[in-house]
């Protein structure tokens, strides 16, 4: 077993070999996508990862390249998923993340 906080630590560490040192829950937004004809439903969770040495920043895993950009860069548009993009909007325009850092 393991807490969401546990699962995005590991999974950032599995995908970008980055080891997080602390996370913080930020919100969360439903999605519905379509799996083999099923609509499925599924929440997505937004966490700030502090990670202190970024030297083992490797693309693992799914990921096929990684990349930091800088918040005035973020475009929602980017993203694929709808509520990915919802998300990033939230980000920018609440300034959670400026009370954060």
Request: charged share 25%.
């Amino acid at each position: 077993y393991e807490t969401a906080e546990e699962g995005v630590a590991r999974e950032v560490q599995e995908e970008t070999g980055l080891t997080v040192d602390k996370t913080e829950y930020l919100f969360s937004i439903p999605n519905i996508y379509l799996y083999s004809g099923f609509e499925v439903h599924t929440i997505d969770l937004f966490f700030l990862c502090h990670v202190s040495d970024t030297s083992t920043l490797i693309a693992n895993d799914d990921v096929a390249k990684l990349q930091f950009i800088p918040l005035n860069k973020l475009d929602p548009e980017q993203f694929g998923l709808k509520s990915v993009k919802e998300g990033i909007v939230k980000l920018l325009e609440s300034n959670i993340l400026a009370e954060k850092i």
